[in-house]
């Protein structure tokens, strides 16, 4: 893949809220976690877990804890998970880099999914009191993001980003 090969993807993947009836296929879903898993990570700590819900009332459930009507679109379903024990916090100040590295891995899955055609959409307005419940998801671990994931529906392409200038965002040099 060359540099504009790169940037067309990234610019490909998008926040996707209407996905259409087709099914995603177990093998699909195990590509995507693929790219996750050679996601780099804090000391290579790999602090991560990622819940996929097994059958329609594990996906009720997760359509519960987001109050939107464009959730119950969605296929399929990755719980992205972090563990605040296994990932490295930094010697100087104890941040902790649990989300770092799992965001990081949640970004492989949705370029991944891009790639084979598919939508998704990080969620982390959910109500993570009734998803830790509902999935019974133990202390050590922190859920994240939920990521819905499918084939778009139809029509529903790149929306045109909306970004800030990129002189906005570099600063060359110290303050
Ligand atoms: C950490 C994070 C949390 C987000 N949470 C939500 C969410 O709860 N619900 C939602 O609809 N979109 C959510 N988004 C999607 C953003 O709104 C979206 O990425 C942003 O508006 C840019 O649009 P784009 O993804 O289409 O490029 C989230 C994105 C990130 C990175």
């Known amino acids: 893949m060359n540099s504009h090969e790169f940037k067309q993807l990234a610019t490909n993947r998008y926040s996707c809220r209407s996905y259409s009836d087709q099914p995603v296929t ?7 976690i693929e790219a996750a898993h050679l996601a780099p990570s804090a000391c290579n700590k790999q602090p991560w877990l990622f819940i996929i819900p097994n059958n329609d009332q594990e996906r009720q459930a997760v359509v519960e804890c987001y109050n939107r009507e464009w959730i119950k679109t969605a296929p399929e379903f990755i719980i992205a998970c972090g563990s605040n024990n296994e990932a490295w916090h930094r010697a100087s100040d104890g941040k902790d ?7 990081i891995a949640i970004e492989h899955i949705c370029l991944a999914a891009t ?6 959409c990080w969620v982390c307005n959910f109500d993570v009191k009734l998803l830790r419940t509902r999935f019974n998801i133990p202390d050590e671990l922190t859920p994240i993001a939920i990521i819905p994931i499918g084939y778009p529906s139809e ?6 980003k909306k970004r800030k200038p990129i002189s906005e965002i570099i600063k060359w040099g110290k303050f």
Do not use: M, P, Y
Not at 26 to 32: F, G, K, N, S
Not at 97 to 103: C, I, K, Y
Not at 115 to 120: I, M, N, Q, S
């Open 26 to 32: 177990r093998e699909l879903l195990i590509e995507v």
């Open 97 to 103: 880099h649990t989300d770092v590295d799992v965001s």
């Open 115 to 120: 790639a084979a055609g598919l939508g998704t």
């Open 155 to 160: 029509g529903n392409n790149i929306i045109s």
